[in-house]
């Protein structure tokens, strides 16, 4: 179902997936998945659970490997081990859908542990770097606190400042808004786009939350049937003509997505199963 997706516009693409096909435990997850993202923009991954949106983040960086197809990152095939892939994934950062900080670490050495292992930076330099990181998520305080004593939303802040550590060309999202009050939800939603504008980074969100990504979305793919079911801008999204997009940008009860999960007829006054 899905078709070749060209940018329409002048951005030229940092991630480009042609023909993409993988499946799971013998589960198709994609059939010919096809989708750019530009470079330097926001692009924001919606669909419902289990089309394969956080398997997309998998195989960008590299924990997946597609069973065929092309998944090119800055113009070259994404590596399938070795140095090849180490160096590609010091180009990316990620924030966990969990946060995933490491608990008996505390906020700065959280911060500090891409460049404890991925650098050979002096201390001196590596503390200046960390609390910057953390003064740009509003977090530079909170230094010294242990993972267990954060709030979920300043739980998600330092991951951020973990993910834009080493200065990334894309930042990966993995449902970043589940969990959060509208407050703390705000305050990430905030984040997300003024460091990818400070930063010059690129920024791919996956999410099911159609209002808070298309809020900051310069792009949106809505993955369903193994492929992609439309994209656009957030307007066009929204305005889509397409019953299957609209139904799920609405949030509506009634369309193409059925109710009833499918099941073999009843008859109905013996209550057994033909």
């Known amino acids: 179902m899905s ?19 993988f499946s799971f435990s013998g589960r198709p997850i994609y059939s010919g998945l096809n989708l750019s993202i530009p470079e330097g923009k926001i692009t924001v991954i919606l669909g419902p659970s289990g089309c394969g949106k956080s398997t997309f983040l998998g195989l960008l960086g590299g924990r997946l490997r597609p069973d ?40 700065f050495e959280n911060v500090a542990f891409p460049f404890r292992e991925q650098t050979d930076l002096p201390e001196a330099i590596i503390r200046i770097l960390v609390l910057m990181k953390l003064e740009m998520v509003g977090l530079r305080g909170a230094r010294n606190m242990m993972p ?60 099911h939350d159609v209002a808070e990504g298309c809020s900051i979305a310069d792009y949106v793919y809505l993955l369903d049937g193994g492929g992609v079911a439309g994209h656009g801008s957030p307007e066009e999204m929204m305005n889509s003509d397409n019953p299957g ?30």
């Open 3 to 21: 078709q070749t997706v060209s940018l329409p516009h002048d951005d030229s693409p940092l991630v480009i997936a042609e023909n993409l096909h």
């Open 245 to 274: 997009v609209r139904q799920f940008m609405q949030g509506l009860p009634d369309g193409p997505v059925g109710f009833h999960y499918p099941a073999a007829d009843y008859i109905l006054d013996l209550g057994v199963e033909k």
């Open 148 to 207: 267990s004593e954060l709030s979920g939303g300043m739980s998600r802040r330092v991951s951020l400042a973990r993910a834009i550590a080493l200065d990334p060309e894309l930042v990966m999202y993995d449902e970043p808004f589940v969990g959060l009050d509208p407050v703390s939800m705000g305050v990430i939603v905030k984040l997300i786009s003024e460091l990818n504008d400070a930063m010059g980074i690129t920024s791919v969100i996956v999410t």
């Open 68 to 107: 065929s197809g092309v998944l090119k990152f800055n113009g070259k095939d994404i590596p399938r081990s070795g140095s090849g892939l180490i160096a590609m994934r010091r180009k990316m950062g990620m924030l966990f859908q969990n946060s995933a900080l490491l608990t008996d670490l505390n906020v």
